[in-house]
Nanobody, 116 residues
Framework: VQLQASGGGLVQAGDSLRLSCAAS????????MGWFRQAPGKEREFVAT????????DYADSVKGRFTISRDNAKNTMYLQMNNLKPEDTAVYYC??????????WGQGTQVTVSS
């Protein structure tokens, strides 16, 4: 199983980025997917999740209204559209795949840096 996160970069506050997570080696359409992030000196935190089939989504309060998670099962890819980025969004962003409530597989992470 491989989860490849990409799309990170250095942006200014208020800018947008779209992260992608390409999955292989698993039946993607049967797995829920999620995004997590870890800032320097902080624990990893939940950002957003999307169910496998009914597309139900959930977000951390800190990103609600600014971030949108989506998936394209035909492309085995998940996305995170991040708008109105803030310096506190700076972190390494990880994608993960879950079956049920447990996340079984993790990607390598992509760095997002937001300057003020």
């Amino acid at each position: 199983v491989q989860l490849q996160a990409s799309g990170g970069g250095l942006v200014q506050a208020g800018d947008s980025l779209r992260l992608s997570c390409a999955a292989s080696g698993l039946p993607f359409s049967t797995y829920g997917m999620g995004w997590f992030r870890q800032a320097p000196g902080k624990e990893r935190e939940f950002v957003a999740t999307i169910n496998s089939s009914n597309r139900r989504t959930d977000y951390a309060d800190s990103v609600k209204g600014r971030f949108t998670i989506s998936r394209d099962n035909a492309k085995n890819t998940m996305y995170l559209q991040m708008n109105n980025l803030k310096p506190e969004d700076t972190a390494v962003y990880y994608c993960a795949a879950r079956y049920g409530f447990d996340y079984h597989f993790w990607g390598q992470g992509t760095q997002v840096t937001v300057s003020s």
